[in-house]
């Protein structure tokens, strides 16, 4: 399975950005599709997750109320609409897949495939 996320880029405080995340396949039975970030010199932290079956969301407290995280079945796609961005959210935005049904974990080592990252950059 290969991750290809795209749609980071430079914005504005208050700016808003949509990434996405396209899987080459998904032939597991209920996998959760997730972004994590990652800021210069700080660990990889969780942002949303969703679950492929029943599309059930979850969100870091960091993004509730701002971020989106949606998925497309027919595209094997997932997006992450982001709004009112700050500053604090630049970071490389990575998409992970894992295969466990159904199970929504935070801790990055539990998911067994990653996208390369695309960056985020919030100006002031």
């Known amino acids: 399975v290969q991750l290809q996320a795209s749609g980071g880029g430079l914005v504005q405080t208050g700016g808003s950005l949509i990434l996405s995340c396209a899987a080459s396949?998904?032939?597991?039975?209920?996998?959760?599709m997730s972004w994590f970030r990652q800021a210069p010199g700080k660990e990889r932290v969780f942002v949303a997750s969703?679950?492929?079956?029943?599309?059930?969301?979850y969100y870091a407290d960091s993004g509730k109320d701002r971020f989106t995280i949606s998925r497309d079945n027919a595209k094997n796609t997932i997006y992450l609409q982001m709004n009112s961005l700050k500053p604090e959210d630049t970071a490389v935005y990575y998409c992970?897949?894992?295969?466990?049904?159904?199970?929504?974990?935070?801790?990055?080592?539990?998911?067994?495939?990653w996208g390369r990252g695309t960056q985020v950059t919030v100006s002031s």
């Open positions: 396949r998904l032939y597991f039975r209920s996998p959760i």
């Open positions: 992970a897949l894992d295969r466990t049904d159904g199970i929504v974990t935070t801790n990055p080592s539990t998911y067994d495939y």
């Open positions: 969703i679950t492929w079956i029943g599309g059930r969301t």
